[in-house]
């Protein structure tokens, strides 16, 4: 018998003949024949199984979605594809159910891409009473402390909640809401408060009859809590553990040149990226008549990753120090892609940025970014602060250090175009902790919608996470009553996990 097929219809094929005809296939051409048949059977199969799929928002193409859209009357808000799909799937049961709690909570997290708990703003302040009803109590009860349990089982006053080191969503309750809480202004807080009636933004004007106070998790980035991890010495166990991939591919550049090109790929970056634990020494000679390239995809490198021959791409990586030693200045010998980078050092040639944050030092000759942050100069030595910056390829639509802006010539600063010099506010700023890197709403404008498509500048571009903030609060504003208005809040304590 011939080798498994690959078209799906034609192994069927295949496989309906009586035995008598398979066991006389000797050659194969029969198994071949039917194979060619299945091959256009099965993109028969596909396109009515397409057209079929297209007449839902769930599993349609997604240039069909804004069509849907326009069919519903659904302001589309998200940028992420999936929630979009959400929004349109879900327009008709959100209208039934609107201006409730309930359905509020989910265009929330639909829309947002995130788990979120919400609190109603009159539940919160000290008012009088009315005729027959009883409030409590705006005093706290200092012999208790206030703050969320976990449930052994559900009941009117239990709430769910999925919690990032646990699989399934935590049935938790509020344990003494009119004691003393554990954690202030998070969302274990129920104490009530006077009336707040100054402009609500993420830190203050909460305490309102016309707030929803939305609390969401605060972004891990690249940092996950439960990051999967490996020692580059035993990549070859990490291959067999689907960790790493590992292929090579020779490509033709548009001037003749052949290159080499060592991909490493992390299968599973879409979810989390993988860490990398030891110095990474790629130290290969170049082939003969042939360049020699490296590219990483969807990494934590904890440590350094030093490049002696050939050039480095980075897409998706989170890397503490990378050190390039190839000199080129008229094509890049570093490029980096949606990448949060601690240290770069490409002390002769030309680095690339797009999408990505410094947080640390930026050591290279000359220098070509869009959409980028950079913390500190960018300079061409490691010295003092005499030490020349580097020239200026290209610089569009990034925040650069006021230091290095006054340092430079005016012929370097030509090359510069729609740029900030204000201070971004960061989560955390301290490497491989999580939520390193990512812009805090107290982050300027300037810079949360600095890129040319609107959104953040720096690492997290990819991710929308500023956009996700503002299409909760669009789409909020369009369900609740008239009047009132939704608050994000980050909260650190929904990344724990309430005791029993």
């Not at 997604?62 to 992420?80: C, K, N």
């Not at 006053?157 to 954690?183: H, I, K, M």
């Not at 939305?214 to 439960?226: K, N």
């Not at 490493?264 to 989390?272: E, I, K, T």
Request: charged letters at 25%; a neutral charge; proline letters at 7%.
């Amino acid at each position: 018998m011939s080798a498994p097929l690959e078209p799906r219809i034609g192994a069927q094929l295949y496989g309906l003949l009586p035995e008598v005809y398979r066991e006389r296939d000797r050659t194969g051409d029969l198994a071949k024949y039917l194979d060619s048949c299945g091959e256009l059977l099965d993109r028969v199969y596909a396109t009515l199984r397409q057209r079929l799929d297209d007449h839902f928002p769930e599993t349609c193409q997604e240039w069909l979605i804004p069509y849907f859209a326009e069919l519903l009357d659904v302001s589309l808000r998200s940028p992420e594809p999936q929630a979009r799909r959400a929004e349109v799937a879900n327009a008709i049961a959100w209208r039934q159910r609107k201006g409730t709690a309930a359905v509020t909570e989910e265009i929330a997290q639909a829309v947002g891409a995130m788990e979120v708990e919400l609190q109603e703003g009159w539940q919160r302040v000290a008012r009088t009473a009315r005729v027959g009803e009883q409030l409590p109590a705006a005093t706290m009860d200092l012999r208790r402390h206030s703050r969320a349990m976990r449930a052994n089982q559900p009941g009117l006053d239990t709430r769910s909640t999925r919690f990032p080191r646990e699989a399934e969503p935590v049935l938790w309750f509020q344990a003494n809401a009119g004691g003393v809480p554990c954690f202030p202004d998070s969302y274990e807080d129920r104490s009530v408060r006077i009336v707040d009636l100054r402009t609500p933004d993420w830190r203050r004007g909460h305490f309102h009859p016309k707030r929803l106070l939305t609390f969401v998790p605060l972004p891990d980035g690249f940092f996950p809590v439960s990051q999967r991890s490996f020692d580059w010495a035993e990549r070859e166990q990490a291959k067999a553990d689907g960790l790493l991939e590992v292929r090579e591919e020779i490509l033709t550049r548009a001037d003749g040149t052949r290159v080499l090109q060592k991909i490493f790929h992390c299968p599973g970056a879409a979810a989390a990226p993988v860490r990398i634990r030891g110095v990474i020494e790629l130290d290969d000679a170049e082939p003969a008549g042939m360049e020699l390239a490296y590219r990483f995809e969807g990494f934590y490198l904890a440590n350094t990753l030093r490049v002696k021959f050939g050039r480095l791409e980075l897409e998706r990586c989170a890397a503490f120090k990378v050190v390039v030693h190839a000199h080129d200045q008229k094509a890049p010998v570093f490029t980096a892609t949606d990448c949060l980078l601690r240290h770069v050092r490409v002390a002769s040639g030309l680095a690339q940025f797009e999408y990505c944050t410094v947080l640390g030092k930026n050591i290279c000759e000359a220098v070509q970014a869009i959409d980028s942050l950079f913390m500190f100069r960018l300079q061409r030595q490691v010295a003092d602060a005499t030490t020349p910056p580097s020239k200026v390829v290209c610089l569009r639509n990034v925040r650069l250090p006021q230091e290095f802006v006054d340092a430079l010539s005016d012929e370097d600063r030509k090359h510069i175009q729609n740029y900030t010099t204000e201070v971004p506010v960061f989560f955390r700023f301290g490497f491989g902790a999580p939520g390193a890197g990512v812009l805090h709403p107290a982050t300027p404008a300037s810079i949360q919608a600095g890129a040319q498509d609107g959104g953040e500048l720096g690492a997290y571009h990819h991710q929308h996470l500023s956009l996700r903030r503002e299409a909760v609060l669009d789409k909020l504003g369009e369900f609740l009553p008239f009047g009132m208005e939704a608050v994000l809040i980050p909260d650190a304590r929904l990344s724990c996990v309430p005791p029993r």
